[in-house]
């Protein structure tokens, strides 16, 4: 009879601690990092494409494409996306199309400028506090001290000849 109550008793403490767990593991969110894929466009690099560019033109202003079948020679796709904790993700997309090795058209989302993708990427952190210097600045501008120079010592000759790499055959 023991037995039993003290199997039951171990059994319903396991389900208790269970559920503590799950609370807590609600609570306590694991770090996940940014993930930043794909090529970044801003709204100065697509200004600068111009109808008539080569494509080696572009490949300079935009970068390498992420896409590019051979399904469609005549098309590069450049596809961002960006994904943070606790913020929905961006997504970007500019497609650029040519005709005759020249380019026809480009196709675009709503483009940020560098400032602002920059800012974004900052948003949401907090700046830590900014440590104070432990050394004084009048030491900082202080003469340094007189480097103390120390003569090498000679290495000891090298042996006229090497032992054989191989053995010798006798």
């Not at 403490?13 to 970044?40: E, M, R």
């Not at 996306?81 to 650029?96: I, S, Y």
């Not at 007189?146 to 042996?159: Q, W």
Request: hydrophobic share 45%.
């Amino acid at each position: 009879m023991g037995l039993i109550f003290a199997a039951s008793a171990s059994l319903v403490a396991c389900g208790s601690l269970n559920g503590a767990s799950t609370s807590i593991a609600s609570i306590v969110t694991p770090y996940k990092i940014d993930i930043v894929q794909g090529n970044f466009v801003s709204q100065e690099q697509a200004a600068a494409v111009t109808p008539g560019m080569s494509r080696v033109q572009v490949r300079d202003i935009l970068g390498t494409p992420l896409l590019s079948s051979i399904f469609h020679a005549d098309r590069w796709d450049y596809v961002f996306t960006f994904k943070r904790q606790g913020l929905a993700p961006q997504a970007r997309k500019v497609t650029v199309f040519f005709k005759d090795d020249a380019l026809e058209r480009i196709e675009a989302d709503a483009l940020p400028t560098e400032a602002e993708f920059v800012a974004s990427l900052d948003s949401g952190r907090q700046a830590g506090k900014v440590p104070v210097l432990e050394m004084p600045p009048e030491s900082l501008t202080a003469a340094p001290a007189p480097i103390k120079t120390v003569e090498p010592t000679p290495l000891p000759p090298l042996p006229a000849s090497y032992p054989p790499l191989e053995p010798v055959a006798r």
